[in-house]
């Protein structure tokens, strides 16, 4: 009995461990996107065709080598999958690496990612005007506390002006609006086929998508080294890696544990912007930041439990 509970205990830790390593990875991948994004070279539109293409491909094949072959398919064989498979494509994956990648070509890679963890924040909106759930005590505190937060990261403290572009504020917006629609399109997929698939086909096809405005092989952009690295490294880390570690990371912990280390996104962007892409932070940010990671953190760990 001890030897059970001391593996389970163990076990835990793994999961969260990925978890954590999963976010730490996507943040920097944040960081890295700024380098691209403000290459005026690389069109936004080429940008996510390449990405999700490749990203696309890599995930499929290695769901060749460690998922049994009969489940490759397995999507297609119904339409209804097939239909929620390709609005989650577009209006989740692609429209969510599209506005991204604006937000942070017009302002930052920092404000971007703050702005985009909102997303529970517009599932919790939506399931209200939709399905007419429930408000509950913790969603007004919820939504009132990141109100404060996004006030004071985009002003930094003087609500008399915009730290950055308005532009920029919108595209975040939308981007914590598609974030939300990436969660909640796929719910049914999910449920029924791997996560790995349900992803390397919405990738696919999103890339697809794209192609059919800026084919990713006519008229390349010019890449820098440093560019080139960031559009590489990006792929790698954010599409591949963080989310293989995400995925693996389900298998041995909770929601509710990884919901946790979701913090850890914002916050390792917001250091290596400012470590390495001379991003000026002041006080009144740092705590709008503090506080829209602490509003999420409470709606995704009480709102599902009830009040």
């Given at each position: 009995?001890e030897?059970?509970k001391?593996?389970t205990?163990?076990?835990?830790h793994?999961g969260?461990?990925?978890?954590f390593l999963?976010?730490v990875?996507?943040g920097?991948?944040?960081a890295?996107?700024?380098?691209?994004?403000?290459?005026?070279?690389?069109?936004?539109?080429?940008?996510?065709?390449t990405?999700?293409?490749?990203?696309?491909?890599i995930?499929l094949?290695i769901?060749l080598f460690?998922l049994?072959k009969k489940?490759?398919?397995s999507i297609?064989?119904?339409w209804?999958?097939?239909l929620?498979?390709?609005?989650f494509?577009?209006?989740g994956?692609?429209?969510?690496?599209?506005?991204?990648?604006y937000?942070i070509?017009t302002?930052?890679?920092?404000?971007a990612?703050?702005?985009q963890y909102?997303?529970?924040l517009?599932?919790?909106?939506g399931a209200?005007?939709?399905?007419?759930k429930k408000?509950?005590?913790?969603?007004v505190?919820?939504?009132a506390?990141?109100?404060?937060?996004?006030?004071?990261?985009?002003t930094?403290g003087?609500i008399?002006?915009?730290?950055?572009?308005?532009?920029?504020?919108l595209?975040g917006i939308?981007?914590?609006?598609?974030a939300a629609l990436?969660?909640?399109?796929p719910?049914?997929?999910i449920a029924k086929?791997?996560?790995l698939l349900?992803?390397?086909?919405?990738m696919?096809?999103a890339?697809?998508?794209?192609n059919?405005?800026?084919?990713?092989?006519?008229?390349p952009p010019?890449?820098?080294?440093?560019?080139l690295i960031?559009?590489?490294?990006v792929?790698l880390?954010s599409?591949?890696l963080a989310?293989?570690?995400?995925?693996?990371?389900t298998?041995?912990?909770?929601?509710a544990?990884?919901?946790?280390?979701?913090?850890?996104?914002?916050f390792t962007?917001?250091?290596?912007?400012v470590?390495?892409?001379s991003y000026?932070?002041?006080i009144p940010?740092?705590?709008?930041a503090?506080?829209?990671v602490?509003a999420i953190?409470?709606?995704?760990r009480?709102?599902?439990?009830?009040d």
């Amino acid at each position: 009995m001890e030897e059970s509970k001391k593996m389970t205990k163990k076990t835990l830790h793994k999961g969260f461990l990925l978890a954590f390593l999963a976010s730490v990875t996507w943040g920097v991948s944040g960081a890295v996107q700024q380098i691209v994004a403000k290459d005026a070279n690389i069109p936004a539109m080429w940008f996510v065709g390449t990405r999700t293409l490749v990203a696309g491909v890599i995930l499929l094949v290695i769901a060749l080598f460690v998922l049994p072959k009969k489940e490759f398919f397995s999507i297609f064989k119904s339409w209804k999958d097939t239909l929620i498979l390709v609005a989650f494509s577009i209006f989740g994956l692609f429209a969510n690496m599209y506005t991204f990648f604006y937000a942070i070509q017009t302002g930052n890679s920092s404000t971007a990612t703050i702005l985009q963890y909102l997303s529970p924040l517009f599932i919790m909106v939506g399931a209200i005007v939709f399905t007419h759930k429930k408000v509950l005590r913790i969603d007004v505190i919820s939504f009132a506390l990141a109100l404060i937060g996004v006030v004071l990261l985009i002003t930094r403290g003087d609500i008399s002006h915009l730290s950055i572009p308005f532009e920029s504020v919108l595209w975040g917006i939308g981007s914590g609006i598609t974030a939300a629609l990436y969660v909640v399109i796929p719910q049914r997929l999910i449920a029924k086929h791997n996560g790995l698939l349900v992803t390397g086909w919405g990738m696919l096809i999103a890339g697809v998508f794209s192609n059919f405005f800026t084919p990713v092989w006519v008229n390349p952009p010019h890449l820098s080294t440093k560019s080139l690295i960031g559009v590489i490294t990006v792929i790698l880390l954010s599409n591949v890696l963080a989310f293989l570690m995400m995925v693996f990371s389900t298998k041995y912990t909770t929601a509710a544990t990884i919901s946790i280390t979701d913090a850890v996104q914002p916050f390792t962007t917001l250091v290596l912007s400012v470590i390495f892409l001379s991003y000026s932070v002041n006080i009144p940010e740092i705590i709008g930041a503090v506080i829209v990671v602490f509003a999420i953190y409470i709606l995704n760990r009480y709102d599902t439990n009830g009040d």
